[in-house]
C-alpha cells in the first residue's frame, strides 16, 4: 500500500520542511524554503527534506505497534491520538537539532543523522508505547 502512496508524500515533505524553516526561524535562524529544500542564509548548509525526515515510518511503527496490541478499540484511538503528535513533535525535534549540527559542526552531521537519531527514534518509539501501556491501556 506504501509503494502506491509514495509518490503522493511530495506534501507531507513540504509540510515537514516548512515547519522546520519556521521552527529554525523561532530560534533565531534565518533562513528560506523552496518545496522540500531548507537554506540557510550562510550560503553553505541546505537540508533537503526527503520521506525519512517527515516521521512517516515512525508514525506506521508506532501505530503498528498500537493496533496489534490486545486492548479496546477506544484505548487504541487514544494511544494514536496522543502518540502520533507526541512523535512527530520529536521528529520536529530531531530536525532541529540536525540543522543546528549542520550550521555548527557541519563534520559530525552523519554521525548525528545515521546514528545517533535513528537509535534515539527507535528509543523514543518504544517509550511512547510503553508510557501508551502503563497510562492508558492499564487503566
Known amino acids: 500500500m506504501y509503494l502506491f502512496f509514495k509518490e503522493d508524500l511530495g506534501f507531507l515533505r513540504n509540510l515537514t520542511a516548512e515547519v522546520f524553516s519556521f521552527s529554525m526561524s523561532l530560534l533565531g535562524v534565518t533562513n528560506s524554503v523552496n518545496e522540500n529544500v531548507l537554506h540557510f542564509t550562510n550560503g ?3 537540508m533537503k527534506v526527503v520521506d525519512e525526515c517527515t516521521g512517516i515510518y515512525e508514525v506506521l511503527v508506532y501505530s503498528g505497534c498500537v493496533l496489534a496490541y490486545s486492548t479496546t478499540y477506544q484505548k487504541k484511538l487514544m494511544g494514536i491520538a496522543f502518540g ?3 512523535i512527530l513533535g520529536i521528529n520536529m525535534v530531531r530536525l532541529v537539532c ?3 549540527v549542520g550550521l555548527w559542526f557541519p563534520e559530525i552531521f552523519d554521525y548525528v543523522h545515521y546514528y545517533f537519531w535513528q537509535v534515539t527514534l527507535i528509543i ?3 517509550l511512547v508505547v510503553l508510557i501508551w501501556i502503563e497510562k ?3 487503566r
Open 44 to 46: 553553505i548548509t541546505a
Open 84 to 86: 502520533v503528535p507526541a
Open 98 to 100: 540536525l540543522g543546528f
Open 124 to 126: 523514543i518509539i518504544v
Open 136 to 138: 492508558i491501556v492499564k
